[in-house]
């Protein structure tokens, strides 16, 4: 793999960026602002006028943008990926959008001889700095084989979970299980905490049992500080989860319980909480309880 | 400890008591079914001819029944360990019911100079046999290191969570995340399989990330090959449910998604499998999305 491309220098795109640079990639960089790509110019990398003239300069392109629409843009739109790619690019999208937008995307690049994989990522900004993502694939099997060595750059996990579309699959599935099983701990401790127990108790008592999950481990602690700085913001979670009823709802699937979990991050970010982690889930349930789940109540 | 007596030789009490006996505890034990009551006899217990004959013997005595109405006759009903108990009596309930009901039962044994303890169990009919529960204790602190030397030949965790009813109430905890958990991962690995995707390689790619959890890795396995013996059954997570949500909705806790689980195993016993596994709660899913979440799917 000659020269690599990377559109999209936010929060995450940025280190994953850098972490490229760091093994030794030669990089072509975009975005629509111009600071982050200073910042990576300064650090080795070359910068493009558009996405298209990433493409043209490049053999294996990266796309970490926020969600579906900003994807289709910069792959397909005037200026995109598709008009500068030459055949047998390879275009990675690491954002998190809708599976079936990735299927539509990636047969849209077809058609131009580009093979596209849709590489989703978990862990947040400091996995995505020290390199350490979870990196979840769908696409052709030799096209994976092709992107892997770039990929292990980013992530300490990389799993191909099937076709086109599957790693954005395997990504909804992910962000379904974290923000029920957020609720789950917060319906939990609430119940505890108005019982007059003790949730740290309880939660010392329970974490070794079936009752054990990363979630649990990950945001207790911050909950009996108060602590609610992001982390994963609830305004993320929110489009995880519409991209997740969408495709449900598409493929005629019912899911009641995360369709009740979209409500109460909509019932959060009416309250403004939306720029919050995703463990701040439980002041929904201690406003409606009347009770606060901290260390000593 | 000179003397325990043991009331309820069920699934869960039978080995109990035994764990009791193999450590040499002296023990009377009572059950309203002879044929486990002969099985402990054979293996040393003495027997007694009702609940008040046990207490009159002994100076700690377990309960472990099906729920509230079967300890509240045992304890405080005609022939019960109140009407046979000495000043200064410990009884250590370890049934799963409301808490409470156990702060009611407590407040009664107080006026007979009995001390009471809620200690109920988590882990179910393995662990009681091999003696490795995770036993959580509310109650008075002395009565608490009294019993404890007791209890940890029967549990491998023995933890204090509070005052009487707080084991109850961190039990109820267990019991809500346990069961949105396994909902959290049945809506996820239902869509991943009706998207076309293989939910074990779903599985394998989310589960050392965040949506990781003891859930995932005890039930996805089962869930694969279609496995839903017990385990736990649905009826008994119902009955744990019924005391969650009638104690959240005495204190005037809404458990939303609690209550929603609650009318999925409602469905389920409906569909005659209350007898299975909670793991079985997927087949809601699959049935009303038309898909199975087996390998190979």
Same mark, same amino acid.
Do not use: W
């Given at each position: 793999m000659k020269r690599i491309g990377f559109i999209g220098l936010g929060i995450m795109g940025k280190p994953m960026a850098r972490n490229l640079l760091k093994k030794g990639y030669a990089l072509t960089v975009y975005d629509i602002r111009p600071d982050p790509v200073a910042d990576l110019v300064a650090a080795g990398a070359s910068s493009a006028a558009s996405c298209a003239d990433v @493409?043209?300069?490049?053999?294996?392109?990266? +796309?970490?943008?926020?969600? +579906?629409?900003e994807v289709k843009n910069a792959v397909l739109g005037n200026g995109g990926v598709l008009e500068g790619a030459r055949p047998g690019l390879l275009l990675v999208d690491m954002s998190s959008i809708a599976p079936l937008a990735s299927q539509d995307i990636a047969a849209r690049c077809s058609e131009k001889d580009v093979v596209m994989l849709d590489a989703p990522v978990s862990g947040g900004e400091p996995k995505a700095i020290e390199g350490t993502l979870a990196i979840m694939v769908g696409g052709p099997e030799d096209a994976?084989?092709?992107?892997?060595?770039?990929?292990?750059?980013?992530?300490?996990?990389?799993? &191909?979970?099937?076709?086109?579309?599957?790693?954005?699959?395997?990504?909804? /599935?992910?962000?379904?299980?974290? @923000?029920?099983?957020? @609720?789950?701990?917060?319906?939990?401790?609430?119940?505890?905490? &108005?019982?007059?127990?003790?949730?740290?108790?309880?939660?010392?008592?329970?974490?070794?049992?079936? /009752?054990?999950?990363?979630?649990?481990? @990950?945001?207790?602690?911050?909950?009996?500080?108060?602590?609610?700085?992001?982390?994963?913001?609830?305004?993320?979670?929110?489009?995880?989860?519409?991209?997740?009823?969408? +495709?449900?709802?598409?493929?005629?699937?019912?899911?009641?319980?995360?369709?009740?979990?979209?409500?109460?991050?909509?019932?959060?970010?009416?309250?403004?909480?939306?720029?919050?982690?995703?463990?701040?889930?439980?002041?929904?349930?201690?406003?409606?309880?009347?009770?606060?789940?901290?260390?000593?109540?």
């Open positions: @493409a043209g300069q490049t053999d294996l392109v990266i +796309t970490m943008l926020p969600n +579906t629409p994976f084989e092709q992107a892997r060595p770039v990929l292990s750059c980013m992530g300490s996990s990389v799993t &191909r979970v099937g076709d086109i579309g599957s790693g954005n699959v395997a990504k909804l /599935a992910n962000q379904i299980i974290v @923000a029920l099983n957020i @609720a789950a701990m917060s319906e939990a401790m609430v119940l505890a905490a &108005r019982s007059g127990v003790s949730p740290e108790k309880v939660y010392q008592a329970i974490r070794g049992g079936l /009752a054990g999950s990363t979630v649990l481990d @990950a945001k207790m602690p911050l909950v009996l500080k108060g602590n609610f700085k992001p982390g994963f913001r609830i305004e993320l979670h929110i489009k995880d989860l519409r991209n997740a009823l969408d +495709t449900a709802h598409d493929l005629g699937v019912p899911l009641p319980l995360s369709s009740s979990v979209m409500e109460i991050l909509q019932a959060l970010r009416a309250d403004g909480h939306q720029k919050e982690d995703h463990g701040g889930i439980i002041q929904f349930y201690e406003k409606l309880a009347h009770v606060q789940v901290r260390s000593g109540t």
